[in-house]
T-cell receptor, first 112, second 111 residues
Framework: DQQVKQNSPSLSVQEGRISILNCDYT??????FLWYKKYPAEGPTFLIS?????DKNEDGRFTVFLNKSAKHLSLHIVPSQPGDSAVYFC???????????FGTGTRLTIIP | DTGVSQDPRHKITKRGQNVTFRCDPI?????LYWYRQTLGQGPEFLTY????????KSRLLSDRFSAERPKGSFSTLEIQRTEQGDSAMYLC?????????FGPGTRLTVL
């Protein structure tokens, strides 16, 4: 049972445009959500997180939106840069200090 | 470098052999997690420690797997009698605040 789903395995975006990555979850106990970025041969790197008490969190070019009623979150990257090309994982936990459940990832390619 | 380190980075072994991986977390972090990632999947939780206490184990962690964190610092993950299905990337993470910091992983290939 895939509790965190990323339905788009890949996404290509022109440099300078907005990248939107989507994630859906099924477990109502999840209340903390994170996005990680992964380059080949490296471990995942934390990007941004959001608690269920918020519906938006911004950090520079990265914004995460949470729609609890739809059990959906999205990561917006604007403007997209070539260095953003990587695999992005959505993750969720039932609390801030708990094991993470990851999605299957979306490979983002930024086209110069 | 004060990040999470893992050793070895790559391990090739024959089916039936035992392997052991090491993780050195960020020094002030009390929680340490092990995850496994197979091709095309996201990382899957295996187990975690609060200091030296192992607090939770996933059902993915069969009795051939054992993890320790003897002094609450580094941790080891041992796989006995390896099988081809154990081939994966094994990731370690330590937690500071609400963020888990991942190491580079150990890629295991079982022939």
């Amino acid at each position: 049972d895939q509790q965190v789903k990323q339905n788009s395995p890949s996404l290509s975006v022109q440099e300078g445009r907005i990248s939107i990555l989507n994630c859906d979850y099924t477990n109502s106990m999840f209340d903390y959500f994170l996005w990680y970025k992964k380059y080949p041969a490296e471990g995942p790197t934390f990007l941004i997180s959001i608690s269920s008490i918020k519906d938006k969190n911004e950090d520079g070019r990265f914004t995460v939106f949470l729609n609890k009623s739809a059990k959906h979150l999205s990561l917006h990257i604007v403007p997209s840069q070539p260095g953003d090309s990587a695999v992005y994982f959505c993750a969720a936990s039932p609390g801030g200090n708990e094991k993470l459940t990851f999605g299957t990832g979306t490979r983002l390619t930024i086209i110069p | 470098d004060t990040g999470v380190s893992q050793d070895p980075r790559h391990k090739i072994t024959k089916r039936g052999q035992n392997v052991t991986f090491r993780c050195d977390p960020i020094s002030e972090h009390n929680r340490l997690y092990w995850y496994r990632q197979t091709l095309g999947q996201g990382p899957e939780f295996l187990t975690y420690f609060q200091n030296e206490a192992q607090l939770e184990k996933s059902r993915l962690l069969s009795d051939r797997f054992s993890a320790e964190r003897p002094k609450g610092s580094f941790s080891t993950l041992e796989i006995q009698r390896t099988e081809q299905g154990d081939s994966a990337m094994y990731l370690c993470a330590s937690e500071g605040g609400n963020e888990q910091f991942f190491g580079p992983g150990t890629r295991l290939t079982v022939l």
